[in-house]
Protein backbone atom coordinates (compact mmCIF):
# COMPACT_ATOMS: atom_id res chain seq x y z
CA UNK A 1 0.00 0.00 0.00
CA UNK A 2 1.18 3.46 -1.12
CA UNK A 3 2.29 5.74 2.07
CA UNK A 4 2.33 2.74 4.77
CA UNK A 5 5.39 2.04 6.07
CA UNK A 6 6.44 -1.56 5.79
CA UNK A 7 8.78 -3.98 7.40
CA UNK A 8 10.46 -4.62 4.35
CA UNK A 9 11.13 -0.70 3.43
CA UNK A 10 12.37 -0.85 7.32
CA UNK A 11 14.77 -3.27 6.72
CA UNK A 12 16.62 -1.30 3.85
CA UNK A 13 16.72 1.84 5.20
CA UNK A 14 18.33 0.16 8.62
CA UNK A 15 20.84 -1.72 6.06
CA UNK A 16 21.45 2.00 4.58
CA UNK A 17 22.12 3.12 7.93
CA UNK A 18 24.71 0.90 8.11
CA UNK A 19 26.43 0.93 4.66
CA UNK A 20 26.48 4.60 4.98
CA UNK A 21 28.35 4.41 8.07
CA UNK A 22 30.54 1.97 7.15
CA UNK A 23 29.95 -0.72 9.52
CA UNK A 24 29.89 -4.23 9.29
CA UNK A 25 26.88 -6.22 10.80
CA UNK A 26 29.11 -7.37 13.18
CA UNK A 27 30.98 -3.72 14.14
CA UNK A 28 26.90 -2.61 14.45
CA UNK A 29 25.86 -5.45 16.66
CA UNK A 30 28.75 -4.99 19.22
CA UNK A 31 27.42 -1.20 19.27
CA UNK A 32 23.47 -2.43 19.99
CA UNK A 33 25.08 -4.92 22.37
CA UNK A 34 23.61 -7.82 20.06
CA UNK A 35 24.36 -10.70 18.00
CA UNK A 36 24.82 -10.24 14.34
CA UNK A 37 21.83 -13.04 13.61
CA UNK A 38 19.47 -9.95 14.90
CA UNK A 39 21.07 -7.28 12.81
CA UNK A 40 20.69 -10.04 9.86
CA UNK A 41 17.19 -10.00 10.86
CA UNK A 42 17.07 -6.13 10.87
CA UNK A 43 18.32 -5.79 7.72
CA UNK A 44 16.20 -8.72 6.02
CA UNK A 45 12.67 -8.99 7.77
CA UNK A 46 12.58 -6.04 9.41
CA UNK A 47 10.86 -5.10 12.69
CA UNK A 48 7.56 -3.76 13.88
CA UNK A 49 9.83 -2.32 17.17
CA UNK A 50 9.41 1.16 17.82
CA UNK A 51 12.35 0.61 20.50
CA UNK A 52 14.89 -0.96 17.32
CA UNK A 53 14.34 2.24 15.27
CA UNK A 54 14.84 4.70 18.07
CA UNK A 55 17.92 2.47 19.61
CA UNK A 56 19.17 3.17 15.69
CA UNK A 57 18.34 6.71 15.39
CA UNK A 58 20.05 7.31 18.63
CA UNK A 59 23.36 5.33 17.55
CA UNK A 60 23.43 6.70 13.89
CA UNK A 61 22.93 10.50 15.67
CA UNK A 62 19.84 10.79 13.65
CA UNK A 63 15.91 11.60 14.32
CA UNK A 64 13.45 8.07 14.69
CA UNK A 65 10.65 9.89 12.32
CA UNK A 66 13.20 10.56 9.73
CA UNK A 67 13.94 6.61 9.41
CA UNK A 68 10.53 6.24 9.35
CA UNK A 69 10.12 8.34 6.60
CA UNK A 70 12.38 7.07 4.27
CA UNK A 71 11.03 3.69 5.20
CA UNK A 72 7.63 5.29 3.82
CA UNK A 73 9.33 6.11 0.96
CA UNK A 74 11.26 2.98 0.46
CA UNK A 75 9.11 1.26 -2.22
Not at 26 to 33: G, K, N, R, W
Amino acid sequence: MEGQITKEGLARVLKQLRVKNNLTQQELADMLYCDIRQIRRYETEGTDKLAVVNLYALKFNINSLSILSQAQGAF
